[in-house]
């Protein structure tokens, strides 16, 4: 695994509201430190409303008002070069995107210009970045999507002559086919029924292992993280919980949240039924005091309702946020 290409340390990205002169603030992504390297699939994952689309607004330096930055840091290391990606000018965030970043937002199937062919969004496309004639950008288009295993046909195709899957993949082709080094994928499987999802998980794998990029793939369905992802983080109500290579979060995973999504993935044999995890995520203008998860842990204790847990290092590359976890660890034999 290479070295790290986007950091970020004490991350603090809130939702800042005025309504009839009361502020709300939304803790939406809140103290979060992660090193991501280059040429891994570095997967998100969490429940709806967890924080996984702001963090990757962060990440890309894509974001406006409500949404602002109140501490900490994201840098990217890219060509020698370390940039400060909080406070991009919008020159920087022009020469950065696509060339080296590239994003596929969520509900990114409807990114497309109806009203323009593929092939003419493929020109718009690479003719903004590329000093390129339309014989050329055609020419990188329909070698590109062959190489994908699109067929020649969607070229002259308006969007809603193709189905959600093959909307996906184009979507995917417009945002990788500039090479970019660093993939944002968020929800990209999403609404696509599970034989389409998987064409769309084998594409996004081999966009990534082609150019060694690295892909940040953001999605509540820890089945397709199991999938793509070299590692995994997790997060819970804006926090980060744990982070681990994907097969010691699916093995072994320590925090009582993880455990929750591990069990309710469907077994290898589809006979057993799912869990679902008890209760409802808290509402991020009010978090609850201590550790985020207290309302619904079944192992929460009183220091859970106060005191907000660290980070603790709790095996190779595996990180917790437990206090539970915390006092296990300290009760082992040390070697
Ligand atoms: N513009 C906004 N103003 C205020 N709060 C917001 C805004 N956008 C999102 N939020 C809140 O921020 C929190 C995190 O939202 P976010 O969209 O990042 O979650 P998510 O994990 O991506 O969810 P999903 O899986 O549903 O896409 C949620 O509580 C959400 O209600
Ligand atoms: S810190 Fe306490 S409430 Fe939070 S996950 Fe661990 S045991 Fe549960
Ligand atoms: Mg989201």
Known sequence: MGQPIIQTENLKAYYITQAYGVERTVQAVDDISISINAGEVYGIAGESGCGKSTLLKVLLGSYEPPLTVVDGSVTYHLD??????????????????????????????????????????????????????????????????????????????????????????????????????????????????????????????????????????????????????????????????EEAPTRTIINEPKHPYTKFLIESLPSLDGREERSSIPGRPPALDHPPSGCRFHERCPLAKDICLTIDPEMISVGPNHRTACHVVAEELSHEPAI
């Open 80 to 241: 020698d070069q370390t940039i400060d990606a909080v406070n991009l000018t919008p020159e920087e965030k022009r020469s950065l995107r696509w060339k080296d970043i590239s994003y596929i937002p969520q509900g990114s199937m409807h990114v497309l210009n109806p009203v323009r062919k593929i092939r003419d969004t493929f020109h718009d496309f690479i003719s903004a970045h590329r000093n390129v004639t339309r014989k050329e950008s055609m020419k990188m288009t329909s070698s590109y999507l062959r190489d994908l295993g699109l067929p020649d046909k969607v070229m002259g195709s308006y969007p809603h002559q193709l189905s959600g899957g093959m909307r996906q993949r184009v979507t995917i082709a417009l945002a990788t086919i500039l090479w970019p080094k660093l993939i944002f994928a968020d929800e990209p499987t999403t609404a696509l029924d599970v034989i389409v999802q998987r064409g769309v998980i084998q594409m996004l794998k081999e966009v990534q292992q082609r150019e060694g990029s690295t892909l940040i793939l953001i999605t509540h369905d820890i089945g397709v993280h199991a999938n793509l992802a070299d590692r995994i983080a997790v997060l819970y109500a804006g926090k980060l919980v």
